[in-house]
């Protein structure tokens, strides 16, 4: 039995020929089918050069299992996980690598009404069902249709821009030559059709495996300038940038600067509470200081929650939660089924900017003055377990406030930070706020890098 090393802890994630195959993908189908016994799957894909050929096995291995398959064509991760729950399929797969570089594929599978399956509650038992590619006869072959259900979900986008805004609005998108693109121009003329014109400033806006601009991480810093270039070179409101398959987003102000997404959750969240005073809003341990202002002083209850898609959307449901952020650029909705979208942001910011003759730069800045941050810093380390241990022992008689929802939180009066372990790689990955003190959050930054490299000496 050969070991499939494309499975991580959320999704499937290989290179193209190496770990992952179109034979692997036929196995995974058929362990999905086998594990789930769904009676109707819905799959899609982004446009990665393998993506298709992946997808076609993946349905062939479904159907062989007895299992109906719905094809979504083109899409975007968030595109399944609506058709999931719009169509009342049982299941849905998503073949993508996200942000990944372009020898990368993968898939991100999800059961009824678009609950997410990880290492918790399925993914591990789909892994060895593949692994062990032994397969009992179905006795009928499930059949395949092709679905055009993008209507349906930009329909659904169009819910959180209620009314046209008050002011024309030019907004650059850059899509990063992934599934954006064609989402986009629906998006568009939907809008054109309701008499709401935005003159969107395309940029890397045809799908391309090839991803000719760079891998599609706006996450990257050296993949930003062309966002912020195109925002400053067309005076535009705001830029937006998309990963490969559209389930995070990444906002740049009026004046070309990156947003980070950690104040964009305050924003929403802001928005969202002035809508429906009292609701639950989740956020993760790694920034907190200004989602916790913003929260109790909308009247709204503050629920932290462990790092990862998984995790987040599975308190959102036990809370009842209307809106979660993650300062990683995931950003869910308790009206989308709990889950993620990248494109609902965009439709939230068309709403806020739309209302008043203001830039973004004014809803952000005092945010970014009141809690600087030191961005997410990612640490090679040996043994990050160990590194944490040493890190809480230094800081133990400091008197701050710890918590080990994820990984180790230590909140001081000044200042705090997170640090946990990447759940996929031999990293630590480090975030530092101050309460409005530049000069203490560079203090505390250095002061922590050396600690952690001190520990691996």
Known sequence: MDELNCFKAYDIRGEIGVTLTPEIAFRIGRAYANWLQPRRVVI???????????KASLAEGLSLSGADVIDLGQTGTEEIYFATRELKADGGIQVTASHNPAQYNGMKLVREDARPISNDNGLLEIKRLAERNQWQHSERRGSLHTVDNRPAWVAHLLHYLPHKPQRPLRVVVNAGHGTAGPALDAIDTALRARGIEIDFIRVHHRPDGHFPAGVPNPMLAENRSATRDA???H???FGVAWDGDFDRCFFFDERGEFIESYY????FASSFLQQTPGSAILLDPRLTWNTLDTIA???GRAVIGKTGHAFIKARMREENAIYGGEMSGHHYFRDFGYCDSGMIPLMLMLTILGQRDCPLSHYVQAAQQRYPVSGEINLTVASPDAVLENIAAYYASQGG???DI???SLDFTDWRFNLRASNTEPLLRLNVETRGDAALLEQKTQQLQQLI???QA
């Open 401 to 403: 406030t710890r918590s």
């Open 406 to 408: 994820d990984g180790l």
């Open 453 to 455: 490299s001190q520990c």
């Open 264 to 267: 964009l959750v305050g924003l």
């Open 231 to 233: 925002v400053l070179a």
């Open 297 to 299: 002083q909308h009247g």
């Open 44 to 54: 899609g894909a982004d446009v990665r050069l393998s993506s298709d050929e992946l």
């Open 235 to 237: 005076q535009a409101d």
